[in-house]
């Protein structure tokens, strides 16, 4: 059993210099989505509520309807949901589907999408934290650790990646 299967899979597939991306099933996406920060959670809520309140605008007739957000969120993990965290950190989430209505019925098939660059950032100054380390500033622990992975990328040992995910849900409304 792998402590932290997510976290292990990123690394994993960056070390392994391969580039190909990962997917995540849509179970996956739906449990990083729903679980941990009650703020992923309520985006779902939001965002499926003002896609109903859209539709029921934008759909006067008997017709089909393509919907997206406009733009990307970007959202944080917080360092305490450690699995997910070391594989995502930071990510992207966007929703796009179609809506169709007939007679008064609507419905519509959302895709709920998350998509992440796994890299790590060059350090600049990496000499002057090494230097506060020896002097016993520990905070900057994080940014050697960090500073060390962006130089197997650039030192062509590691490759970066995309991680893409989706999951669709139906609703209907009267």
């Excluded at 996406?29 to 679980?35: I, S, Y």
């Excluded at 895709?111 to 796994?118: A, E, L, Q």
């Excluded at 060059?122 to 960090?146: C, F, H, P, W």
Aim: net charge negative; with cysteine.
């Amino acid at each position: 059993m792998v402590l932290f299967p997510y976290s292990s899979k990123g690394i994993n597939h960056y070390i392994a210099n391969e580039g190909q991306n990962i997917f995540l099933n849509a179970d996956e996406v739906k449990d990083l989505m729903e679980g941990g920060s009650e703020n992923r959670a309520d985006l779902i809520t939001k965002y499926t509520t003002e896609a109903q309140k859209a539709v029921e605008h934008m759909l006067t007739i008997n017709k089909t309807a393509d919907i997206s957000l406009i733009k990307t969120i970007g959202i944080s993990i917080p360092k305490n949901e450690i699995d997910w965290y070391g594989l995502l950190g930071h990510f992207h989430y966007s929703v796009d589907g179609q809506c169709f209505k007939k007679n008064n019925i609507y419905t519509c098939v959302l895709n709920y999408r998350i998509r992440d660059y796994y890299d790590f950032e060059r350090v600049e100054g990496i000499n002057e934290i090494i230097a506060k380390l020896k002097s016993k500033d520990s905070d900057e622990y994080a940014k050697i650790l960090t500073a060390d992975f962006a130089e197997l990328h650039y030192a062509g040992m590691a490759k970066s990646f995309y991680t893409d995910g989706f999951y669709t849900e139906n609703f209907y409304t009267v």
